[in-house]
């Protein structure tokens, strides 16, 4: 008798160590996974309702006309947006090849005192494509039109 309960004790211990695991298991992966994930915003989320400066998010959108500069060294300045508003841009580095006024781009980086701060910068690497996220934020806006540009995937 003695030994059926201190098996059922044993068994209830196993379960809830197991259970205990899996909880600070999935913990341990939320935490690790926290600055891995980037979310999107458009400028028109970003002017709405501005990120903390310390929050890493993508941004995407056209780099407005007329707004391109380049400064001292690698650092360019730009204003990406989606027809309904517009962020600065500063980014110290090299652009894509294909980077230019009035076409897409995806930025990562930071929201700092009103000027976003990429630390990388991607554009369309053809003549048809788009981010996904970039066509709807244009879409929202009215600015996308189906033909100027072919869908991403």
Do not use: C, W
């Not at 913990?27 to 002017?47: C, E, H, K, T, W």
């Amino acid at each position: 008798m003695a030994l059926k309960s201190l098996k059922k004790k044993r068994r209830i211990q196993v379960v809830a160590l197991a259970a205990v695991a899996l909880v600070i298991s999935t913990g341990l992966i939320g935490y690790a996974m926290r600055d891995g994930i980037n979310f999107f915003r458009s400028p028109s989320q970003v002017m709405e309702e501005p990120p903390r400066p310390t929050e890493v998010f993508r941004i995407g959108g056209l780099v407005e006309e007329g707004t391109l500069q380049r400064g001292q060294g690698h650092e360019i300045r730009f204003s990406v947006t989606d027809g309904g508003a517009s962020v600065p841009v500063v980014f110290a580095g090299v652009l894509p090849d294909l980077f230019e006024e009035n076409q897409g781009m995806v930025g990562t980086g930071s929201y700092i005192n009103g000027i976003f701060q990429a630390t990388e910068i991607l554009a369309k690497h053809d003549e048809t494509y788009m981010p996904k996220e970039v066509i709807d934020a244009l879409k929202e806006q009215g600015v996308y039109q189906e033909n100027d540009i072919g869908a991403g995937s």
